[in-house]
């Protein structure tokens, strides 16, 4: 390849990788992770000027970021106090993100990323690849699911937010007392509600985990602003 094509090739890596880094810190932030408005908004220069190699390729292991729950979200994650447990803590922690740079994705590269994300207190992870997971990766993730949340993103699904889509209605997590109480008021089972899948791509991008519900806010000409709720499972 002659510099030309090699510099077209850089290029091209740049913007992808910065569109996806940019995605994932929307994503992070939206869940309430406390970021810098300056992170997330990052230009394509600045970009350049920060995570790129002299060559213009884009230095991937730059690229990993943490971030901690903001109040807001450790109110949201906090189980309702009980009798026995008058003070309980919330479910989440901090997070991890790394884009991985090995072209080589397999078995023991998951393994590894689970093991500094649990030796370091993270309560979650999430794997940026250029290629899916294999199914014998899949079950690898799943043997570490009860020491930490481990998530895989691919980079081409994270070069345009799907949330930002016209067509996509805004999601909002309840807390565990706003869950209680929309069953209360409407008398039912959490069973009886509507349901979103786990792998839904907003699902997925929130981060929900199984029984949390979501508000789903759509707006309509004749109706206005309305909300309809669904359960993760």
Request: glycine fraction near 4%; proline fraction near 6%; include cysteine.
């Amino acid at each position: 390849m002659d510099d030309s094509h090699a510099s077209d090739a850089n290029s091209k890596e740049v913007v992808k990788l910065w569109r996806a880094w940019r995605t994932v810190h929307e994503m992070v932030a939206d869940r309430e992770y406390e970021l810098a408005e300056e992170e997330v908004k990052i230009s394509l220069e600045r970009f350049r000027d920060e995570y790129c190699m002299p060559d213009g390729s884009v230095n991937r292991a730059k690229l990993s970021f943490s971030a901690r729950p903001s109040d807001s979200m450790l109110r949201k994650h906090t189980p309702p106090a009980t009798a026995n447990n008058p003070d309980p803590t919330p479910d989440c922690g901090p997070i991890w993100v790394e884009f991985l740079s090995d072209p080589k994705f397999g078995v023991n590269i998951i393994r590894n990323f689970a093991k500094y994300v649990i030796e370091n207190n993270y309560q979650t992870g999430i794997m940026v690849t250029n290629q899916a997971l294999s199914p014998t990766a899949r079950k690898t993730l799943g043997q570490v699911e009860g020491l930490a949340k481990i998530e895989c993103f691919l980079e081409e699904d994270l070069l345009v937010n799907i949330t930002h889509h016209e067509l996509v209605p805004r999601h909002v997590l309840l807390s565990r007392d706003e869950k209680i109480a929309l069953l209360k008021r409407y008398r039912l089972k959490e069973t009886q509600l509507p349901r979103i899948l786990q792998k839904d791509p907003v699902a997925r991008y929130l981060g929900l985990k199984r029984g949390q519900v979501v508000k789903i806010i759509r707006t309509s000409e004749t109706a206005g602003r309305y909300a309809s709720y669904r359960l993760c499972v």
